[in-house]
Nanobody
Framework: QVQLVESGGGLVQTGGALRLSCVAS????????MAWYRQAPGKQRELVAN??????KYIDSVEGRFVISRDHAKNALYLQLNDLKPEHTVVYYC????????WGQGTQVTVSS
């Protein structure tokens, strides 16, 4: 089994930045496909960015503003959030794709105007 633990969320002002971290543990040998999702209250969880091997994809709305990265030595996945706006107030989730399927518990990002 794979366990994912996110951290790094918090309260930030408009225009600010945060760096989210996700540390994987458990049976993770070979894990190579991970992603960040987000979910606003009352809405479906949506993909923000994924990293499969060295291939990275972002949704259009965060392209150029958010940066996904990995540190294999630390079994960590990161999401740098830049130029945050109030509409970015959501819960961010770390996800690992099958066969290492798992979700983190989420980390809240709140952007004040």
């Amino acid at each position: 089994q794979v366990q994912l633990v996110e951290s790094g969320g918090g309260l930030v002002q408009t225009g600010g930045a945060l760096r989210l971290s996700c540390v994987a543990s458990g049976n993770i040998d070979g894990i190579d496909a991970m992603a960040w999702y987000r979910q606003a209250p009352g809405k479906q969880r949506e993909l923000v960015a994924n990293m499969i091997g060295n291939n990275i994809k972002y949704i259009d709305s965060v392209e150029g503003r958010f940066v996904i990265s990995r540190d294999h030595a630390k079994n960590a996945l990161y999401l740098q959030l830049n130029d945050l706006k109030p509409e970015h107030t959501v819960v961010y989730y770390c996800h690992s794709f099958p066969p290492f399927y798992s979700w983190g518990q989420g980390t809240q990002v709140t952007v004040s105007s």
